[in-house]
């Protein structure tokens, strides 16, 4: 059975940090590039972060370039985001998937990150 787990969200002060990590179990993980997603309140679901099967190579959104870093460990079949320098508008629920343009790609359940003085 297929399972990407989130953690690591929470409520932050403006300026924070926060490490969110996406275990995964059940599939190869690492034939997949994986996302993290996030969707704030009344917004739609936005592409945050993406990174290549062997991490070789990354993307993000312009709102987070230079403050979050998106990274895995295929031995660990664990993804993460680092997210510095953290504002009020990135509060939303984080979102990992895995992406394969022929296999079937899978969701996590999501965690929420608030940032909030």
């Known amino acids: 059975q297929v399972h990407l787990v989130e953690s690591g969200g929470g409520l932050v002060q403006p300026g924070g940090s926060l490490r969110l990590s996406c275990a995964a179990s059940g599939f190869t993980f690492s034939r997949y590039q994986l996302r993290w997603y996030r969707q704030a309140p009344g917004k739609e679901r936005e592409l945050v972060a993406q990174?290549?099967?062997?991490?070789?190579?990354?993307n993000y959104a312009d709102s987070v370039k230079g403050r979050f870093t998106i990274s895995r460990d295929n031995a660990k079949a664990t993804l993460y985001l680092e997210m510095n320098s953290l504002k009020p508008e990135d509060t939303a629920v984080y979102y990992c998937?895995?992406?394969?343009?022929?296999?079937?790609?899978?969701w996590g359940l999501g965690t929420q990150v608030t940032v909030s003085s």
């Open positions: 990174i290549t099967q062997y991490g070789a190579d990354t």
């Open positions: 998937n895995a992406h394969n343009i022929i296999l079937p790609n899978y």
